[in-house]
């Protein structure tokens, strides 16, 4: 028998095209990549035949789509700045290089680029200006933009790689991206993909090594990258504000990006939510509190008081070493709070003092 394929709605589309983009990960995952890119339909049978793309998944291909449901035709390029790349005349997205970003107004579905060392070094000094003043590129936090290649600018490799996109040039050259570095061609099988991939990471002092190699200098950008370890939670932060300000929620500050909801945090030495992405970011306004998740999109609106116990469980890690802070017991209420909600504020399970586990 043989198998069954749905042609993909337009919102299952925008979805793989933003998530081959951005490189973040698709929730379920299949055999091969989730999403291809090609420039060119010549490759398209090496393809298939290679057993390089997920069964289910789909494969952009310039010009008009086939038979084949998974196959959906696109014109224009994701790697042309100031151009725009279509989808069956329904969506369009905007392509913008990071430099010309911050002086235009992005109207609809934008995607940003960094595709260049010149780029690079202009999205660092926006992450440096934000950890010190708390201050975030208004373009980045805009609700229809959206950052490009997110784990070489510090969301690091987790749920990216060869088995969940690959863009295949017009030579049958093969990265994870339209800015990567080359890591096989589209005769290759996945395994070789893979390993030549794994290679990659595992020789960079920052990955992810392959997604933005080949548009900016490797040992510039690992550099950059290995020194700001907090990276993954400026990415983060983007994302959480730009959720909770299309939800009307506006003059946010995040925490550990200019200071701290409760002061004297700010001279905890190491702390717990610095390294990495976070499983959650701790905003607020003047109003209210909020801990945003954006793995899943999921917000908890919170009082001030709230808050502040919920960013001294963040910020320490436990909530033992939090009560230096804030009351244990009340600590102890928040932890499990969100415990029992399937957000984990601390390193362990929270234990009420006296428990004896």
């Known amino acids: 028998m043989s198998e069954q394929h749905t042609a993909p709605s337009l919102a299952r589309i925008r979805e793989h095209l933003m998530a081959w983009t951005t490189g973040t990960p698709l929730p379920d995952r299949g055999t091969g990549a989730a999403t291809v890119l090609l420039d060119d339909p010549a490759h398209l049978d090496a393809l298939l035949r290679g057993g390089l793309a997920d069964p289910q998944g789909v494969i952009f291909v310039p010009g008009a789509g086939t038979g084949d449901p ?37 109207v609809g579905p934008t995607l940003v680029t960094v595709g260049n060392t010149d780029d690079f070094r202009y999205f660092l000094a926006d992450a440096d200006r934000a950890r010190s003043t708390g201050g975030f590129p208004e373009f980045a936090i805009a609700g229809p933009v959206r950052l490009a290649n997110l784990p070489g600018l510090g969301a690091g490799p987790a749920g990216d790689g060869p088995d969940r996109r690959l863009h295949v040039d017009a030579d049958g ?84 990006f200019g200071g701290r909801l409760l002061a004297p945090l700010e001279g905890v030495d190491d702390p717990a939510d610095q390294p990495g992405t976070p499983a959650a970011v701790l905003l607020w306004t003047a109003e209210s509190g909020y801990l945003h998740l954006p793995a899943t999109n999921r917000s908890f609106a919170l009082s001030l008081a709230a808050a502040r116990l919920a960013e001294a469980l963040l910020v320490c890690g436990s909530v033992d070493a939090a009560a230096a802070f804030a009351d244990h017991g009340k600590l102890l209420q928040v932890a499990t709070f969100f415990a029992d909600a399937g957000v984990r504020l601390v390193a362990a399970e929270p234990v009420a003092a006296g428990d004896g586990r």
Not at 82 to 93: A, H, R, T
Not at 198 to 227: F, I, K, M, Q, Y
């Open 173 to 256: 050259a093969v990265s994870t991206s339209v800015a990567g570095v080359r890591i096989g061609t589209v005769g290759d099988g996945p395994a070789a993909l893979r390993d030549a991939w794994l290679r990659r990471n595992d020789a960079s002092d920052a990955p992810c090594a392959v997604c933005l190699d080949g548009a900016v200098d490797e040992t510039e950008r690992a550099g950059a990258v290995a020194a700001r370890p907090w990276l993954g939670r400026y990415l983060a932060a983007i994302a959480s504000l730009r959720t909770l300000n299309a939800n009307g929620v506006a003059d946010l500050r995040v925490s550990g």
């Open 70 to 106: 998974r196959i959906v035709g696109y014109d224009g390029s994701p790697a042309e700045p100031g151009g725009e790349l279509s989808v069956n005349d329904e969506f369009y997205l905007q392509i913008q290089d990071y430099a010309a970003a911050a002086f235009m107004v992005l």
